[in-house]
């Protein structure tokens, strides 16, 4: 499969406990985007990254949250303390470098549910 | 306000129809447009992109942009059942510095047989 991945797919945890997801992104696509997505709203942004420097991070982003890409590949998006306004989807998207031609493709999310 | 504003229906048509959907956005810097279906419980799936004015077409879809108006449009001819989803508008600037998408709450379409 050369779509973006990522795992898993969906996750319950109880709140004040630490959630990791992760994101394959597609082969030789060197962005790499994350986004949170509540119900009956349009995805938000949450942090990007070129090769494995974090360029942007969204005010969104407490300190409760943190994003790693080591070696410019897959990344992992940590939310520590889960609070049940945490309760989203969250998706990954990747595209490939320069200005032109880079739209983005989403996985399939990570749908989190804290309780 | 928001940066993007998109109206979310639901909007409901039969089978057939031509279906129009629309965003305006209030940022002038915003050069990329793209539009996203969502299925319910998925990823969005890249539909359209188009750079700056102008139209484009593919297939029954055609996306239209109108920089003037800051007003973007996607269009649906002989829509099917299948189109059922949701539809959402992204945009984003040039720059380096300006590579987020900036999405609208998206538009819950139905196609009824």
């Known amino acids: 499969d050369t779509g973006v991945s990522q795992n898993p797919r969906h996750k319950i945890t109880k709140r004040g406990q630490n959630v990791t997801f992760r994101c394959d992104p597609i082969s030789e696509h060197n962005r790499l985007y994350w986004y949170r997505q509540t119900l009956g709203q349009g995805p938000e942004f949450l942090t990007y990254f070129q090769n494995e420097a974090q360029l942007e991070k969204s005010r969104l982003l407490s300190d409760r949250f943190s994003a790693e890409r080591p070696k410019g590949s897959f990344s992992t998006l940590e939310i520590q303390r889960t609070e049940q306004g945490d309760s989203a989807m969250y998706l990954c998207?990747?595209?490939?470098?320069?200005?032109?031609?880079?739209?983005?493709?989403f996985g399939q999310g990570t749908r989190l549910t804290v309780v | 306000q928001k940066e993007v504003e998109q109206d979310p229906g639901p909007l409901s048509v039969p089978e057939g129809a031509i279906v129009s959907l629309n965003c305006t956005y209030s940022?002038?810097?915003?050069?990329?447009f793209m539009w996203y279906r969502q299925y319910s419980r998925k990823g969005p799936e890249l539909l359209m992109y188009?750079?700056?004015?102008g139209n484009k077409e593919d297939g029954r879809f055609t996306a239209q942009v109108d920089k003037s108006s800051k007003y973007i449009s996607l269009f649906i001819r002989d829509s099917q059942p299948s189109d059922s989803a949701t539809y959402l508008c992204a945009m984003r600037g040039r720059s380096q510095g300006a590579q987020k998408l900036v999405f609208g709450q998206g538009t819950r379409l139905t196609i009824n047989p």
């Open positions: 998207a990747s595209s490939r470098p320069g200005t032109e031609n880079t739209e983005a493709f």
């Open positions: 188009t750079y700056s004015s």
């Open positions: 940022n002038s810097a915003f050069q990329y």
